[in-house]
């Protein structure tokens, strides 16, 4: 899955302006503390039970027709990786 051993570790300045920005962006429809909001519940009981591929997935490309957009843009898939498991920890 790693296609580039340069990428594969997320710096850790990287790390705080990721987290940031989920704390800003994704805060912004799932709630400041991640409790839900317009999109749902991103606090770490609830997520401990749905597989880290389908949250990667629905990060990466978003779910059309609803308001969650793709990320992909903004990050890559080893930043997904750590966003998913920073959620799964409740340390964002
Ligand atoms: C513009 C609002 C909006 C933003 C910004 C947003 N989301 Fe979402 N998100 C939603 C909505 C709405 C849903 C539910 C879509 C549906 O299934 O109806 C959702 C669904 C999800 C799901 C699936 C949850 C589940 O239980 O199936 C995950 C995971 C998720 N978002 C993570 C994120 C992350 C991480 C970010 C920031 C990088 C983010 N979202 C930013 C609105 C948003």
Known sequence: ?????????????RRDSIAYTVQQDCGSCHGLTFA???????QAERLQSIPDDYLIQVIKHGIPGTPMPPWQRFFNDEEIQWIVTQLKRGSL
């Open 1 to 13: 899955m790693i296609a580039n051993a340069a990428l594969a570790e997320v710096t850790a300045q």
């Open 36 to 42: 839900g909001g317009l999109g749902p519940d991103l």
